[in-house]
């Protein structure tokens, strides 16, 4: 209840009920006024447990001292990298700005269907599909972003020729060992390793657009911004 809710006015409809009760609930679903019918089949109550040394001990920490410690660490680990993907966006965001090159549109609908796909395999599952009406208002929505990517591929492949990027030997045996250390079991690494090797110039090209980005927040010029 004390969380962000979705939808216009269910928190307040919802007060006072109690388990076992129903209530015709008056709300606002996308900008329009709708009832919704809702009972109250369960009541639970967030028990948060005390921050103590049984608690780390609990977690696996000798003490709560290193418990902190580790929060902080995974804290600031997360804050470093938000920092690093708004800087990447921000840098995107110039490159298209001053490089609006035209574009095949064969190109932009192949990474948009791209899209959809994803975005259908995270959504829907993979036997399902859109509506024609939802596919339709989907596909407007994400075409600006299909158009960005496309521009992308071509712009860090530009810039890693003119600036002699290129991945190394061992930049590509160091990524498949990181990989099959992720590896859950010795199939797992088999088939990574069958990957590697057929798709060896994509996972180049993968590395060598990293390498192209860190170049450019070495080279971006910082401004401070006032809060």
Known sequence: MSSEQTITGLSEGLMGLKRGEAKDIPV?????????????????????PALDAPFAKDLGFAS????????????????????????TAQIEE??????????????IEAQLEHRLEQ???QLLGPSKQWPQNQLDELKAKLRPQAENDVRL???????????KVAALE???????????????????KEEL???FGERKDAIAGMIRERKTM?????KAAYTDVPA
């Open 214 to 218: 860190s170049l450019l927040k070495e």
């Open 64 to 87: 709560i001292d290193e418990l902190k410690a580790k929060l902080k660490e995974v804290m600031d680990e997360e804050g470093r990298a938000k920092s690093e993907r708004e800087v």
């Open 28 to 48: 606002k679903l996308r900008g329009k006024e709708a009832l919704l019918k809702v009972a109250v089949k369960e009541i639970k109550r967030k028990v948060l």
């Open 153 to 163: 591929s071509y712009l860090l492949p530009a810039i890693a020729e003119k600036e």
């Open 94 to 107: 110039a490159l298209l700005k001053a490089n609006r090159i035209p574009l095949p549109p064969s190109l």
């Open 193 to 195: 390793r069958k990957f």
């Open 119 to 121: 975005l259908s395999r």
């Open 170 to 188: 061992d930049e590509i045996d160091s990524e498949l060992e990181k990989s099959l250390a992720a590896a859950e079991n010795d199939e797992k």
